[in-house]
Nanobody
Framework: QAQLVESGGGLVQAGGSLRLSCAAS????????MGWFRQAPGKERELVTA????????YYADAVKGRFTISRDNAKNTLYLQMGSLKPEDTAVYYC????????????????????WGQGTQVTVSS
């Protein structure tokens, strides 16, 4: 069983930046694809970005392309999300998740493909 713990959320002004971290314990995640999801009040959880276990495949939702960057440090068992040019519509609880995949070049896009989830960290962007 893996435990995922997000950190780095907070309150930031529009145009600002934040870096989220997701630390894993209990299991090495070097052979798991990883993703960041978010859920705003009254909305469904949506995929923000995902990365294959090799790091070679990355997916970004259109809403964050060019502003967010996902990265992973397998040696530290940690996933990151660098968020820039933040907008009020980025306000949400952000969750990291891990998915077992058969190949090192798969970045799952559906939440039901993920096996482990963190508890979430709040990101609030003020206008």
């Amino acid at each position: 069983q893996a435990q995922l713990v997000e950190s780095g959320g907070g309150l930031v002004q529009a145009g600002g930046s934040l870096r989220l971290s997701c630390a894993a314990s209990g299991r090495t995640l070097s052979t798991y694809a990883m993703g960041w999801f978010r859920q705003a009040p009254g909305k469904e959880r949506e995929l923000v970005t995902a990365v294959s276990w090799s790091g070679g495949i990355r997916y970004y939702a259109d809403a964050v392309k060019g502003r967010f960057t996902i990265s992973r440090d397998n040696a530290k068992n940690t996933l990151y999300l660098q968020m820039g040019s933040l907008k009020p519509e980025d306000t949400a609880v952000y969750y990291c998740a891990a998915a077992r995949t058969r190949t090192p070049l798969t970045a799952p896009k559906r939440s039901d493909e993920y096996d482990y989830w963190g508890q979430g960290t709040q990101v609030t962007v003020s206008s």
